[in-house]
């Protein structure tokens, strides 16, 4: 049973630039949420997608927009990245809400 | 706006000893209380806690919940190197997000 997995594990952008992490929930589930893990503090929630619509979102600005597909899998897509948004990002899956909430590996953005 | 604090923000343990984490919340329409373990990369799931006085127990991780004083502990006994981690502590309100805590950093020397 696959868990939470995240592409890529990774990544090196420049300012301006604009980035899309990859996200499939694990097997089963279909809510994902997404967030947002600086250096040494908790993780900050952005946005949470069900049925292919945005259904909360966390004070984030515009420029951090997402997508959820058909399967469930999901996209998080950052436009004009700023050194600030330097973090860890985190995709989390449930089954529906208000159920037990499993985390992906996350994938390691750092703007330059 | 939901808010969470653990407490302490870090701690230094040696092998053996019991360590407790502490968790206060503030949350509208509290649904249910998480903890994770945050080793490298993915927190990982150790308890989800939804009623007042029903202790959480796997192996020598245990946790409890207090709904009237808003705050729930997590205890580990019998530390162990390989307990050491960031413990997050997360709330569940009425908009079903995540509030996380900063998390308490737990260092177990051999």
């Known amino acids: 049973d696959a868990g939470v997995t995240q592409s890529p594990t990774h990544l090196i952008k420049t300012r301006g630039q604009q980035v899309t992490l990859r996200c499939s929930p694990k097997?089963?589930?279909?809510?994902v949420s997404w967030y947002q893990q600086a250096l040494g503090q908790g993780p900050q929630f952005i946005f949470q997608?069900?049925?292919?619509?945005?259904?909360q979102r966390g004070n984030f600005p515009d420029r951090f927009s997402g997508h959820q597909f058909p399967n469930y899998s999901s996209e998080l897509n950052v436009n004009a990245l700023l050194l600030g948004d330097s973090a860890l990002y985190l995709c989390?899956?449930?089954?529906?809400?208000?159920?037990?909430?499993?985390f992906g590996e996350g994938s390691w953005l750092t703007v330059v | 706006e939901d808010k969470v604090v653990q407490s302490p923000l870090s701690l230094v343990v040696h092998e053996g000893d019991t360590v407790t984490l502490n968790c206060s919340y503030e949350v509208t329409n509290f649904r249910s209380l998480l903890w994770y373990k945050q080793e490298k990369k993915a927190p990982t799931f150790l308890f989800m806690l939804t009623s007042s006085g029903i202790e959480k127990k796997s192996g020598r991780l245990s946790s409890i919940l207090d709904k009237k004083e808003l705050f729930s502990i997590l205890n580990i006994t019998a530390t162990q190197t390989g307990d050491s981690a960031v413990y997050l502590c997360a709330v569940v309100g009425s908009n079903y997000k995540l509030t996380f805590g900063k998390g308490t950093l737990l260092t177990v020397n051999p």
């Open positions: 989390a899956s449930s089954l529906g809400v208000g159920n037990t909430i499993y």
């Open positions: 097997s089963g589930h279909d809510t």
């Open positions: 997608y069900y049925e292919e619509e945005e259904r």
